[in-house]
């Protein structure tokens, strides 16, 4: 060991070389290392910036289609509920904003799982919407769409949270695929 430190203090020339000259010649690899490990730092950061932004915008779309899907237009209403369960299939969510995606589900399917001998509201009658309006009657069709994308998000939001699915809910995602 002691040939080796002897070596590397003596020049060509048989002079002795200072612990600066060792160090100047060591410079540039300091200086590479210490790009390299900049460059490495800068790079996640990157990435964790970029997805914060996917995530902002995920979210950005999430509550549009949160409002659509708590609209008293139908076809807004059905069009909201199937991008609520694209976005709900998406690894950007957590598991905390698929549950409050899942909400959305809970009306449209709490009206198909009403037995149909026992309306809330009797013939000819319009059911009130938010803020005690009047909605008519929408066509059944729509009515069939909107409920079968309800049941849609919720399979997906179940799957995604490690829940049951309830059997009729499952049926009716099914029902027209």
Sequence with gaps: MENLIMAVRESASGQDVGWWEILGALTPLATLLAAAIAGTIAWQALKQRSLADRRAEWWGRAQWALNAALSEDPALKETGLGILGILATSSLATDEEIEILSVAAVQPLAQASRPSALPEHGPGQAEQGPGGQQRKDWPA????????????????TDRRLGRPTQEWVRRLAADGT
């Design 141 to 156: 069709e729509a009515e069939g769409r909107i409920v079968r994308r309800a049941a849609k998000l919720q399979v997906v």
